[in-house]
């Protein structure tokens, strides 16, 4: 029953899931493509970003753009990448309990001989193997898009930035699947988490600038995994673990939740 609920998920997915892959696909392939050009002009780049304000270059961390790690940094895991893996995770996670309440289908799936943990596991384990996938995607579209164009880069240096993505993924996920069971509300739960996704970006962002927002690093996802700089210093297994214990307390929690509410109403 498991291994059906767990292939159901895919059916109701996999389309939007190969839309995701082709995406990602097109946007390293196009971002590796422009790099010939950036390190051709490497110099005068240089000098131009220079120009840039020091604020502004503090809130982009700015870090020898040029440069292999500095380029995929940039171009790649500072923002498209890392909410690719987010909005993947967040439409799994709302959709997992919430859309059954919506359509009308959640008193067949509870009239199962199951119990309602076995649900939320099946769901949950299709969510976070689109997540790996997802990952395996990006490091191998990678690995092999910067040896086409001579993009010098840790292939472990690589494989650490987008496992941090992937994490980001898994704990926003969770937070989807949280709000979703709590609330029954498929549309709520996808655009709250959208929302403390993007407003943890921000802050994130802007942390270099403003002084109250920098004492928030310390617990903001975004520090935990794009902030540990993995395409310049690798794995940081302490932060990702914190981001994996929190992704693990919201899948706990939804486990909880789920089992103690009333859905007969």
């Known amino acids: 029953m498991l291994r059906n609920l767990f292939l159901k998920t895919w059916r109701d997915h996999w389309r939007g899931f190969v839309g995701w892959v082709l995406g990602l696909v097109a946007i390293v392939g196009v971002q590796l493509a422009v790099y010939p050009t950036v390190k051709q002009s490497a110099a005068d780049l240089e000098k131009y970003l220079k120009n840039f304000p020091p604020a502004f270059q503090a809130m982009f961390r700015m870090q020898d753009y040029s440069s292999g790690p500095g380029y995929i940094s940039t171009e790649l895991l500072s923002f498209m990448i890392p909410f690719i893996f987010i909005s993947v995770g967040a439409s799994w996670g709302a959709n997992a309990t919430a859309l059954e309440e919506e359509r009308g289908t959640a008193d067949f799936l509870l009239s199962l001989p199951i119990s309602r943990s076995y649900i939320v596991l099946s769901k949950l384990s299709a969510a976070l193997m ?136």
């Open 130 to 265: 689109a997540q790996v996938l997802l990952a395996a995607v990006v490091a191998v579209a990678v690995i092999i898009g910067r040896r086409q164009v001579e993009l010098e880069a840790s292939d472990i240096y690589i494989l650490a930035s987008v496992l941090v993505c992937m994490l980001l993924g898994v704990l926003f996920l969770g937070l989807a699947l949280f709000i979703g069971i709590a609330t029954g509300k498929k549309t709520l739960a996808l655009g709250v988490t959208i929302a403390v996704a993007l407003a943890s970006f921000l802050f994130y962002s802007l942390a270099p600038l403003v002084d109250t927002f920098d004492a928030l690093l310390p617990v903001n996802p975004f520090q935990w995994t794009l902030g540990t700089d993995p395409m310049r210093k690798g794995f940081d297994v302490w932060h990702m673990l914190l981001t994996l214990v929190v992704s693990v307390a919201f899948y706990v929690a939804s486990l909880i939740v789920y089992e103690r509410r009333d859905l007969s109403a």
